[in-house]
């Protein structure tokens, strides 16, 4: 989607966190005080024990200063904007159409796109998906004239395709340790003096 | 049976070793170099009080009247010295009081750590008495913050917090410790180190960018250097100094950026922005190179941005990465600490000076300055705000040893314009924020820390009655070294001077009625005076000097004076109103 001015209406970001309780609210919580709308979200263990790797979909067209301050985050280790890099983007889909005496067109819907059956009920098929967001979206509307009855989708995950651009077992090794511990008040009196110094 | 003391032998830890996860903070505290702390227990930190008593020796606890008065004391305590101020509140109202100083805080990146008590664990989430998600409430105007709940975290945890609030950008950090953390009991490790991956603080200086930011800005034919607060933060103005005399580069500073550079300088502009002088935004307008060192490029710095500095190249640099490019377009950005990037400036910068440059803004302000009503007084026995000034900034020529704390509004304003600042950290406000009732608790925390110097406090009559409850601290506390200045003129002032400028003087919610204010003084067991003609300003301010304990002085001046040159809120720095009628 482009808009007039030629920017991507939507931004993909890729964003290793720390697996902290509250670290997503940290994050989601920098777009919601912009008023910025999430179209999708999906966050999970990355292959590094402690980190998760999340990826985010925002509707707007500049989201420099939000990536800008995702990376402020304690425990953010790494954001990047990924939309203008060459990417490969999956979605996964469940969706259950109504089945009754077309149940044989479905099928053959779901074989041409890669679909698994994932359950047959009274009147129903329960079909699964894997693809990118375009193909998940053609085939939505490829099945809506079967009657759905539920449709729930993981939102977009993106991996940027090549060498390994975010490692997180790098970025978690990277640990500053160099922390002023267990100073004495004289210390910290002394340092102050320095600060207050007159001029 | 024989009885022990309840406090007796508690410090000690138990026959293994173990101490209480309230002892642990307070032993933590301790470590990190607190002497002082400031707040009001309740509930779900009492443990902590109980555990606090044994550790009254080493850090002295301060109880305020309300949350908001800790923690602005603490913010004040920080400011002036810049260590870590420790506030500290119970659950729910008490934790919830203390969110406007942690805004205020983050707004000025003064470091600062909120200890909260939380309910025990047990019960978060359950609604229980006195609970509140002040952990939830208080993610956008943190650094970080941690719900504690489990006694084995808590040394770690309070190592990291102290680690974050001081480094890098500094700003305020909470620690919610529930109940029975508090309560438990654990062998205290202390050897943990701080394990915080890609850290945010730790930055290399990229001193190629240095070196080109240094010849951009010394080849300028009109350079401006913009200092802010990140120069007073990182104890840069010697190498400001050094800098602007090497170059004879000219020296403006945001409101944060007071004190930053001597006002008596002849490189010295003054202040920029909404209430800047004339000659200072006309020369931001016509400067070709713009070096903003440690500011941030407020609003209430840039007016309207697309007409910012319309031809000048920018270079900023900031501790903050986030904060470069942020506002304005830089031609050279570099992340770096103010004090680091000057010094390293200064290795290339060669001498030169900007004379003609200079003179141009000399003569900018010698065309505006005599026309300027807000340069002088009116001809009229009434006391003027302006003749409090003008006492007070000759007070300050008097004497030494003494820091000016600020409240928000029109004596705000008055107090950059019309004092002279010369020597960093003596010129604290809430400038990010603007929280009115910033002052008076701001200045407790200030007195106590420099308890040899005296401390004036500025404040409206609106901001006086949202926090003088803390001058009852002062007198429990015996601080004796805060005098404060009210300039009182019956309303909101600043939003009756916009509602008189800008719409139609409907004075909406603004007219103010209070206490006779040096009756209230003397309520509270302190001197108050009195004063009504603008002869009388000198000596009060001079008695209240040479008193030995808090005096306040009421300063009954002109309702209806305002603060010139103002820029309209969302215009053009060039649209400077010097008179209700009049632009400059």
Known sequence: MKTSAGFPRTHTIVALLQDHPGVLHRAVSLLRRRGYNIASLAVGRSETEGVSRMTLVVEQEDVEQVVKQLNRLVEVLQVDDVTHDPTIEREVILVKVAAGGNMQSIVSVALGYGATIADVGMGTMLLELSGSPAKVEEFLQRLSPFGILEATRTGRIAMVRGRATHSAAELMSDLIVAAPIAQSPEQWLSQADGINGTN | ?584
Request: with cysteine; hydrophobic share 40%.
């Open chain 2, 1 to 584: 049976m024989t009885l022990t003391p309840r406090t007796a032998a508690a410090k000690d830890p138990g026959a293994d070793g173990s101490r209480t996860g309230a002892q642990i903070i307070c032993e933590a505290l301790v470590r990190e170099g607190v002497e002082i702390m400031f707040g009001i227990p309740g509930g779900a930190i009492m443990p902590f009080y109980h555990a606090m008593w044994e550790y009254r020796d080493q850090i002295r606890h301060v109880l305020c009247r309300h949350e908001q008065g800790a923690g602005h004391a603490a913010e004040g305590y920080a400011r002036t010295t810049g260590r870590v101020g420790v506030c500290i509140a119970t659950s729910g109202p008490g934790a919830t009081n203390l969110v406007t100083p942690i805004a205020d805080a983050w707004m000025d990146s003064t470091p600062m750590i909120a200890i909260t008590g939380q309910v025990s664990s047990a019960a978060l989430g359950t609604d229980a008495f006195q609970e509140t998600d002040i952990t939830g409430i208080t993610v956008p105007i943190t650094k970080h913050n941690y719900l504690v709940q489990n006694v084995e975290d808590i040394a770690y945890v309070v190592k990291e917090a102290f680690y974050l609030a001081r480094s890098g950008r500094p700003g305020p950090v909470l620690i919610d410790v529930t109940k029975d953390a508090q309560q438990a009991r654990t062998i205290p490790r202390w050897d943990r180190p701080l394990r915080l991956p890609r850290h945010k603080s730790v930055c290399e200086l990229d001193r190629g960018a240095v070196e080109r930011a240094t010849a951009l800005l010394c080849g300028a034919q009109r350079p401006l250097i913009m200092a802010g607060n990140g120069v007073v933060q990182s104890g840069a103005s010697a190498e400001l100094r050094a800098l602007a005399e090497r170059t004879g580069i000219p020296v403006i500073t945001t409101l944060h950026g007071k004190g930053a550079f001597p006002e008596s300088h002849e490189l010295s502009l003054g202040m920029s922005g909404m209430h800047g002088w004339v000659h200072v935004n006309k020369a931001i307008q016509e400067c070709d190179v713009l070096f903003n060192v440690g500011g941030r490029f407020d609003d209430r710095v840039t007016g309207k941005v697309s007409t910012f500095a319309p031809r000048a190249q920018i270079i900023h640099v900031d501790i903050d990465p986030s904060e470069i490019g942020k506002v304005v377009p830089t031609s050279i950005g570099i992340r770096a600490d103010a004090r680091a990037a000057l010094t390293c400036m200064l290795e290339t910068a060669p001498a030169g000076n900007k004379l003609e440059w200079l003179d141009r803004i000399r003569a900018n302000q010698k065309q505006h300055e005599p026309h300027q009503a807000y340069r002088r007084r009116p001809e009229t026995p009434t006391l003027m705000p302006h003749d409090v000034f003008a006492s007070l900034d000759r007070a300050f020529h008097r004497h030494t040893g003494y820091r000016v704390v600020t409240d928000v509004g029109q004596h705000q304003m008055w107090a950059a314009q019309l004092i002279e600042w010369g020597r960093p950290r003596t010129h604290i406000t809430s400038g990010g924020a603007g929280t009115m009732g910033f002052s008076i608790p701001a200045a407790l925390g200030a007195a106590l820390a420099f308890p040899n110097e005296t401390i004036w406090v500025i404040v409206g009559d609106g901001g006086f009655q949202m926090t003088n409850q803390e001058i009852a601290t002062m007198v429990q506390e015996d601080v004796r070294n805060v005098k404060i200045a009210v300039i009182n003129n019956g309303y909101l002032g600043m939003v009756r001077q916009w509602q008189e400028l800008f719409e139609g003087a409907r004075y909406s919610g603004t007219k103010l009625s209070g206490p006779d204010i040096s009756l209230l003084a003397e309520a509270y067991g302190v001197r108050g005076i009195k004063v009504e003609r603008p002869e009388d300003a000198d000596e009060a301010i001079e008695s209240a000097w040479a008193h030995h304990g808090p005096v306040v002085i009421d300063f009954r001046v002109e309702r209806e004076a305002n603060v010139f040159p103002i820029v309209p809120a969302g215009q053009s720095i060039s649209n400077m109103m010097v008179t209700a009628t009049a632009n400059a």
